[in-house]
């Protein structure tokens, strides 16, 4: 864009009299603007990314040029993984900013707020830049910078020591925020260890096992951009999942026509937008869904031909009404009266909204039909006692409406991920870590991670060596005094790995902490459901690839990034050389170059291999004269398919036909005594990957792993309904998992501009509970848990249910005075714990000014750096899914007089004894055939099939 313009009589003088620079001069060599004046600005064209000019923001308003090389990669800010492009300065080598990728499919040149803000991350005075081990007591604070040889000789042979002593369980991997597509999961599995620990029991698994008991896929894709009639239990619009991509999709629909509820007790962003603002009671959810449910039986809106073959309803009949003819109306019958009680009044009291407004939604998604998408992230499926139940009855609606897989429906998550092929895939693992997947919970959906603290306390077994990778649970997790008691126990964790780009409070518990990279220093895939399509995006290390492209190309990333940050795909494979040098233990024979026989596997010739194998991509890059691998690293990503529906309509093969038969009665196709696939319209589809191959109206894994209850949709009452409060005590649910749509957990603790915008976490509380209790806004309260309390601030809004308190958890982080990181968000505290198990935090001093080579350090404006609420939080798993569920009864009080901002307090005996009540909940295996988990569901590494047998056990142990 051009800055010229006529200069004004002042200017003349001034330039005249060299009081500014001479602005107005002609200058031949102006840089051309990008688009006509007046239009939005466009993106640089790829054909100029290796040499693009633009003028120095910082110099403005002179016109300094500066040359940048546009290297494009993804963000690490979300799970969303949209596309960047970094702008590197060819002078200096450093990346100047981060802004769109075009190119990437997903999220089409368009990032949130924390996507540019990557240059914060990379540029933070506090990050972590060389590898670090400590030198005091573990916790003490005390650190010295070591070399990468010496981290990688240490860990190394202490992972050889376990495994060949066969204490394959004493190693895990324990992932926040993951990504990767398969790649450490591969790394594990050629150590031969059942080490997969991720967080997703705290995030998403409720939800993801609603959708799973359904048809196996675990999350939900909608398509927005088509859709007639949205429902979003979340508030998708500004955060959550994939909501940059989504948020773009859901406009898109909105702008075509397409009608909007939402259910959330907070007037958030997203609900402020829609046609339809249902501020339900937690955990009412599902008494609602089953309510439009009936509606839509009930006035036949439902999609009799979807609902005729793809559902598992003559299972149902038989099983639970055999007197009755196995004949489609009779099982419309039998819905209508299983569902009588599910009344729109009775929804309405339970949920505590219009009972006409549910009526009115209801008609409206049985209007769109198959254009109906819906969304249900963390919020109610992850806040609730039974919210895996929300996700299945939101289900319901896209089941019975056809919208499974539709254009402008919903489709499974497994449709729009790639999963890509590897040069080489280990063996499954010979053992199952109880420490992750305990026998209480075989229908857990992920790893009963929340509760290792405890298991561990409990003598159940002990970890060895432990990793855990951009990964909080200190701060992040409920009960975190119970992890820093396990982490702080060197009987129970033997060495803590900590593999982190930013300082956190787990990582101060580490015995290493080795620093790794953000988005732009790191090589990752990425590939997610954000819309109908399917895509992959490739993260790259944008300064080494600059300097590969500047004829100087270094071995390890390191040697290119900031100090001495690594990244872990490097970290694995050479981790992985060390612990079987000579190849005895059968591990080196899967990190082999697929190229170079007998040679160690380098970065580049690994996702060589997965481009080369990616459909349509080698054929897309010969068409400019690329490599399958140039192509990615100059674009960044690549459209494996622009649309992706039905897919469960996919042909079986005739060798899949062979020798099956088809049962007449419900379609089902059968071979060797198990349903392969299911006829439709004259077809042999390949169906849904559950038992039945089709959507499962009814759960005969229910049935058998002793939850019969609810073997069909079912609303569950949450551990918060209504009549679990004391009013006259002071009890409110709170819900403490809303999310602000500029703050990332642990990450954005070093991202200035982030820190900037949102920096406190008051509680929000409609005026009326205000009024009843005397309170306004800025008040000090003291919010009582089962286990401790916070001190906090108060904010009385209109834009909240009564009733109800919701304080987001992004905030609070805290550092000890021998901490370091993280000044530009984190308070000041100090940590006593005056007998075992009291815990007691207070704050120092909130966010300050601080010196350093970052002017901005010292114009920090802001002080409060919110309160620390998750600490306070008892673990409460869910005994189906194994979801914590995270909204708490609490009882509000004003705060005492000695009370300050920020004060915390936790007793970790009273964390450990409602554990033990909630793990009474839970119904343990054997299930049938004295199996530990149904072989059909999946796990995120799933060990041997022998080991899914409890008999097995011995050989493990
Ligand atoms: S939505 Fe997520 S991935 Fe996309 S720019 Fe924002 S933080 Fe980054």
């Known amino acids: 864009m051009t800055t010229k313009s006529a200069p004004t009589l002042v200017e003349k003088i001034a330039e005249k009299l060299h009081l500014i620079p001479n602005l107005h001069q002609d200058d031949e ?11 939005l600005s466009d993106y640089p064209p790829p054909d100029q990314w290796d040499d693009w000019t633009e003028y120095e923001a910082k110099k403005w308003p002179l016109r300094e040029k500066k040359n940048y090389m546009i290297v494009p990669t993804s963000c690490f800010n979300c799970e969303s993984g949209c596309g960047l492009l970094s702008y590197v300065d060819k002078e200096t080598m450093a990346v100047r900013k981060f802004e769109g990728n075009p190119y990437h499919p997903g999220s089409r040149g368009r990032n949130c707020a924390k996507g540019p803000a990557s240059i914060n991350q990379i540029t933070d005075p506090d990050r972590i830049l060389y590898p670090l081990k400590r030198t005091g007591k573990r916790g003490e604070g005390k650190w010295e910078r070591v070399s990468w040889e010496s981290v990688l000789d240490d860990i190394s042979g202490r992972i050889r020591k376990a495994i060949l002593e066969k204490r394959n369980n004493e190693i895990s991997y324990h992932v926040g925020r993951p990504g990767h597509e398969g790649y450490t999961n591969r790394v594990l599995q050629a150590w031969g260890v059942d080490g997969h620990n991720s967080h997703t029991n705290i995030c998403s698994s409720g939800a993801r096992f609603g959708y799973a008991i359904w048809h196996g896929y675990d999350r939900p894709s909608p398509d927005h951009a088509n859709a007639k009639f949205i429902l979003l239990i979340s508030a998708h619009l500004e955060s959550g999942h994939y909501f940059n991509p989504h948020a773009q999709r859901i406009i898109e629909g909105m702008m075509k ?84 009680e599910y009344t729109p009044e009775f929804a309405a009291k339970e949920a505590e909204v219009e009972a006409d407004m549910i009526v009115e939604i209801a008609r409206k998604i049985g209007e769109a039909g198959t254009k109906f998408a819906a969304h249900n992230w963390r919020s109610a499926g992850s806040g609730n006692l039974g919210g895996w139940a929300v996700a299945r009855c939101l289900h319901f609606l896209n089941v019975l409406t056809g919208s499974v897989g539709t254009v402008g429906g919903t489709s499974p998550s497994g449709w729009h991920k790639f999963h890509p092929t590897m040069f080489d895939k280990p063996p499954a693992q010979k053992f199952w870590n109880e420490l992750h997947l305990p026998n209480e919970y075989p229908l857990s959906h992920f790893e009963m991670s929340f509760l290792l603290p405890h298991f561990l306390k409990e003598g159940r077994g002990k970890m060895d060596v432990y990793f855990t990778r951009v990964f909080n649970p200190v701060w992040t997790y409920p009960d975190g005094f119970s992890w820093i008691e396990a982490l702080s126990d060197e009987s129970m964790i033997g060495m803590h790995i900590a593999m982190t780009p930013t300082w956190n409070q787990t990582a101060y518990y580490a015995d290493y902490v080795l620093p790794m990279g953000h988005a732009g220093e790191r090589h990752d895939l990425v590939s997610y459901e954000t819309h109908s399509g399917m895509w992959m995006a490739f993260r790259q290390p944008v300064l080494r690839e600059a300097r590969r492209r500047m004829g100087n190309p270094v071995e390890f990333t390191y040697e290119a990034n900031p100090g001495e940050v690594w990244e872990e795909d490097e970290f694995w494979q050479e981790l992985s050389w060390r612990i079987d040098p000579d190849g005895s233990m059968g591990i080196k024979e899967h990190f082999i170059s697929p190229y170079r026989p007998g040679e160690k596997i380098k ?115 949450s551990h918060v309904h209504e009549n679990e409060m004391d009013r006259e005590q002071g009890h409110f649910p709170l819900i403490p998992t809303f999310r602000l749509p500029t703050l990332i957990h642990s990450r954005s603790g070093n991202a200035k501009w982030l820190a900037e915008i949102s920096n406190r976490n008051p509680l929000w509380m409609h005026t009326s509970d205000a009024e009843k209790l005397g309170l306004e806004t800025h008040d000090l ?177």
């Not at 060599?29 to 239009?39: C, H, R």
């Not at 249902?278 to 439009?292: F, K, N, Q």
């Open 29 to 39: 060599s102006e840089l051309p603007p990008m688009t006509e004046p007046g239009k």
């Open 257 to 340: 026509g397409a009608k909007m509820a939402v259910m959330d007790p907070r007037l958030s962003n997203t609900a402020s937008m829609a046609d339809y603002w249902m501020p339900t009671y937690p955990g009412s959810e599902a008494a609602i869904l089953l309510a439009m449910a009936k509606v839509i039986i009930d006035e036949g809106s439902y999609n009799e031909p979807f609902l005729k073959n793809w559902v598992n309803w003559q299972d149902y009949l038989k099983k639970e009404h055999p007197k009755l003819e196995v004949t489609f109306e009779n099982f419309i019958g039998a819905l209508k009266e299983a569902y009588q």
């Open 781 to 957: 309260v003291r919010v009582n848990t089962d286990i401790g309390y916070f001190i906090v601030k108060l904010w009385v809004t209109e834009g909240m249910k009564p009733g109800v308190v919701v304080c987001s958890h992004h905030l609070g982080s805290w550092r000890r005075p021998q901490d370091t990181g993280n000044r530009w968000a984190s308070n000041s505290v100090s940590i006593e714990s005056p007998e075992k198990g009291k815990w007691k935090m207070n704050v120092l001093e909130g966010v300050q000014p601080f010196k350093s080579d970052d002017p901005d350090s010292s114009r920090i404006f802001w002080n409060d750096g919110g309160v620390h609420q998750n600490i306070t939080f008892p673990v409460h798993p869910d005994p189906v899914s194994g979801m914590h569920c995270w909204h708490q009864k609490v009882r509000l009080e004003k705060a005492h007089p000695d009370d300050k901002y920020g004060d915390v307090f936790v007793d970790t005996n009273k964390s450990f004894e409602i554990y033990r009540e909630w793990l009474k909940l839970a119904r343990p295996a054997p299930g049938p055939n004295g199996l530990r988990r149904p072989l059909w569901m999946g796990r995120p590494l799933r060990p041997a099939e022998e080991l899914f047998y409890l008999d097995q056990k011995k050989e493990n142990d």
């Open 603 to 717: 970065i580049d010739e690994y996702y060589q291999y997965i481009f080369e194998h990616t459909p349509n991509l080698p054929e897309k890059a010969a068409e400019e004269g690329l490599s399958a691998l140039d192509y990615m690293r100059k674009y960044g990503a690549f459209e494996i398919e622009k649309t992706s529906y039905s897919k469960h309509r996919n042909g079986l093969s005739e060798e899949e036909m062979a020798e099956a038969t088809v049962d007449e009665e419900t379609g089902s196709i059968i071979k060797d005594g198990k349903p392969i696939g299911v006829m439709d319209e004259g077809e042999a589809c390949t169906g849904f990957p559950t038992p039945s191959r089709k959507q499962e109206f009814y759960s005969q894994t229910m049935v058998d792993w002793g939850w019969p209850e609810y073997k069909i949709p079912t609303y569950i009452k």
